[in-house]
C-alpha cells in the first residue's frame, strides 16, 4: 500500500483494480479542513488520463507490475512473440499494446517487458537504436538548403526523416521515443 506522501510523477498505484500511473500531483490545503492530493492519473491498460483527489494520507493499492527481459523472435499475425529469458517461455503480445514500438524490434532483439498479472501491457525499448537504412532516395547535389529532409525506410520497416547525405546502406541512431534521426553510426 502507498501512502499520498508517497507519491510522485512514475509511480504505479492501484485504484479499485485499475492500474494507473501517476502523470502529475500537487499537494493543497484548502481553506478549511485538512490538506490534499490533486494527481493526474493514466491508466496504464487503455492510455486514458483522469483527474482524482486525495485526502493527506489516504491508502491506494500497489499493483501486481512486473517487469521481465525478454527477446523478441517474431511477428505471428498482429501478435509479436517474445520469449522469457530466464524461463524460455513464450508469450505472445497484440502489437496495438505497443503504442507503435513494435516497429523498431528486430528478431533476436532483447527488451523489457511489462507484466500487469502476467499479462504484458507494454515494451520498454532503449532510447536509442542503431538501425540500417535500406531505401531512401538519393539526395540531389547542391540542395543545401538548411535543414533539408527525406524520408527512409530502416531496417524494421519503419520510415524517418533523415538528412539528404544519408545513403542507402547507412547505419543511423534513431530515437524510439519521438522517431527522430540522432546521427550516423
Avoid: C, W
Amino acid at each position: 500500500m502507498y501512502s499520498t506522501t508517497d507519491f510522485r510523477k512514475g509511480l504505479k498505484i492501484e485504484l479499485d483494480g485499475t492500474p494507473f500511473e501517476i502523470v502529475d500531483f500537487q499537494h493543497f490545503k484548502p481553506g478549511k479542513g485538512g490538506a490534499m492530493v490533486r494527481t493526474k492519473l493514466r491508466n496504464i491498460l487503455n492510455g486514458r488520463v483522469v483527474d482524482n483527489t486525495f485526502r493527506s494520507g489516504e491508502k491506494v493499492g500497489r499493483p501486481d507490475l512486473e517487469s521481465r527481459d525478454m527477446q523478441y523472435l517474431y511477428h505471428e499475425g498482429d501478435d509479436l512473440v517474445l520469449m522469457d529469458l530466464t524461463t524460455y517461455e513464450q508469450l505472445y503480445m497484440h502489437e496495438d499494446l505497443t503504442d507503435g514500438k513494435a516497429g523498431f524490434l528486430k528478431d533476436g532483439q532483447q527488451v523489457r517487458v511489462l507484466l500487469y498479472n502476467g499479462k504484458p501491457l507494454d515494451l520498454e525499448l532503449p532510447v536509442s537504436l542503431v538501425l540500417e537504412v535500406v531505401e531512401t532516395e538519393p539526395g540531389a547535389k547542391g540542395d543545401t538548403v538548411s535543414n533539408v529532409t527525406k524520408p527512409a525506410k530502416l531496417e524494421t520497416g519503419i520510415v524517418v526523416q533523415v538528412p539528404i547525405f544519408v545513403n542507402q546502406g547507412d547505419r543511423i541512431k534513431v530515437d524510439t521515443r519521438s522517431r527522430e534521426y540522432l546521427g550516423r553510426e
